[in-house]
Every structure is written in structure tokens, then in C-alpha cells.
């Protein structure tokens, strides 16, 4: 009887864990869906003197994000290679680890830190995609270094 009871209870945990990782699978294929531009998802960055456009993804982090334009926002400068603001309010999250953040990569961190990123470098960190900008070829040195003021707005 214990030997049954055991043997059941070993089935069970089984069945749990499989089901756990097809829940995981199902997530993975959502996430294609977050690679999709938004239909009308323009928006406007300025930088000092300098503007930048780019495209947001369709997905529930992006569209809570362009609710709250038109936004100005002082970044703050980390590791050289991405500037962040942490919101006041928690948006909408679909983080999975990109591997590779690419330069003009816009991004969530957790649900309230906000990344844009001006290098391209390799990540073991998960974050929601936002966005991207179109053309970031003079990102890095429209950012500059230390702490920036930039405009968000929809275009």
C-alpha cells in the first residue's frame, strides 16, 4: 500500500512538471508575437538637438509605455552602454533574456526600469522589448556620457 501511495505520488509530481514547462513553451511562442511593430507605434526621441524615430512592438509593455507619452525624462547613465529611468508606475511585463541587446534596443527592466540602449553587447539579463530605434548610428554619441534629458513623444 505505501509502495502504491509512493508511486502515485511520484506520477503526480511527474504530471506537474510537465505541464509547468508546456506552460513555459506556450510563453516562448508569445513571445514572436512581441517582434511585431504596432500599427501606428511611431514615436518621436529628442536628445539635445537631436532626433531620433522608432518603432514600438505590438505587445501589452509597449502599448502601457505609449500611453504615457509625451514623456520627458532624465536618464541616468550604467556600464557604458545603456541609459535607464526607473517610472513611477509598473507596466505590463513579457520579459525573456534576448541573449544580444542590440544598439537602439528600447526595453523594460523588471516592470518600472525603462533602458535604452547605445552599444551592442551580449546579456544574461531578461528584459520586455519595447522598441527600437530606427537609425541609431549617432546614438552613442547623441547620448553622450553621464546622465541625459531625452523627449519621448508619439510621432
Known sequence: MKRTFLMALAFISIFISSSSSC???EGSNSHT???MSMANGKIKIT???KTFTATLLDNSSAKAFKEMLPLTISM???NGNEKYF???ESLPTNSSNPG???I???ML???KTFVVFYKTFSTTYSYSRLGKIDDATALASALGQGNVTIKFEIE
Open 23 to 25: 506552460t513555459k513553451e
Open 33 to 35: 508575437e512581441n517582434n
Open 47 to 49: 536628445v539635445n538637438s
Open 76 to 78: 541616468i547613465e550604467l
Open 86 to 88: 526607473d517610472l513611477l
Open 100 to 102: 544580444l541587446i542590440e
Open 104 to 106: 537602439g534596443d528600447i
Open 109 to 111: 527592466y523588471g516592470s
